[in-house]
């Protein structure tokens, strides 16, 4: 049983190992990997209108994500001004001093308990004799 779960560990961490590995690889740039096989496919069905549009969105979603990127840039440079001018956000009150608390009265001291009584000892059992 010992051997069948260290088996089944080893598998499991070998299997997990190549999952991760797998993740920094083509998985990353799938508009690189679709341009491939794109390209690869349309080599060996050059009359398939099916990959030729797909060849030309692809060539659109590239263009867009390049536009994209390019305004994303343009808005994180001009964010150094402060937002706080032109979002309209209610004031808030002054901060309040903390309201005095009324003193507590003292505790009592606790009140002693007398003590309890050890407990009895128990009466030995009578013994048994042999019984036959």
Do not use: H, W
């Amino acid at each position: 049983m010992i051997r069948v779960n260290r088996v089944l560990a080893v598998a499991v961490l070998l299997c997990s190992a190549s999952a991760f590995a797998a993740g920094s690889g083509p998985a990353r740039v799938p508009m690189e990997r679709a341009s491939e096989s794109l390209k690869s496919n349309l080599q060996k069905n050059p009359d398939n209108q099916g990959l030729e549009n797909a060849a030309r969105r692809l060539q659109d979603n590239q263009q867009r994500q390049a536009e994209k990127r390019g305004e994303k840039a343009d808005r994180l440079e001009g964010q150094a001004v402060d937002r706080s001018a032109t979002v309209d956000r209610p004031e808030r009150a002054d901060k309040v001093e903390r309201v005095e608390r009324p003193e507590r009265p003292e505790r009592p001291e606790r009140v002693e308990r007398p003590e309890r009584p050890e407990r009895p000892e128990r009466p030995e059992p009578p013994q048994r004799g042999n019984r036959r």
